[in-house]
């Protein structure tokens, strides 16, 4: 059986990504290596993870694109449900998101915003379906 364990983000400071999403929205830190390079967040089932641009580096000969606040998002998103959109993208903002789309209801009664986190990353904020 194959499940779905985590999502690693490509930074530039592990721990100043960690402190965002931990002031932002309340996750608590699972784990961060001694050398600060890698980092986990408790997110529910699945672990919300941060390696820095040096260790990525390191693992990928290639390279990768390097995620930024300005210009179009990737081509994903993380999505995080909540009862409260409003509340929830106020504070992620203060501490350091950017607004990409405002919030508009969907046809289905789901509330659905658009912000990237303080490195560039699209997050969708929404109300949970059902």
Same mark, same amino acid.
């Given at each position: ?10 930074? *530039? ?9 931990? @002031?932002? $929205?309340?996750? =608590?830190?699972? %784990?961060? &290596? ?26 990928? *000969? ?9 210009? @179009?998002? $990737?081509?994903? =998103?993380?999505? %995080?449900? &909540? ?48």
């Amino acid at each position: 059986m194959i499940k779905y364990a985590y999502t690693i983000l490509y930074v *530039s400071s592990v721990v100043q990504s960690l402190e965002f999403y931990e @002031k932002a $929205f309340g996750f =608590e830190r699972k %784990f961060l &290596t001694e050398e600060q390079d890698y980092g986990e967040l408790k997110s529910g089932d699945t672990v919300i993870a941060f390696a820095s641009k040096q260790l990525a580096n390191s693992n990928l *000969s290639n390279g990768f694109m390097v995620a930024t606040q300005s210009g @179009k998002p $990737f081509p994903i =998103e993380m999505g %995080f449900t &909540t009862k409260d959109v409003e509340s929830t993208i106020e504070k992620a903002i203060e501490f350091g998101a950017k607004l990409e789309e405002p919030i508009k209801s969907k046809p289905w009664g789901q509330k659905v915003a658009y912000i990237r986190d303080n490195n560039g990353f699209l997050l969708e904020i929404c109300t949970p379906m059902g």
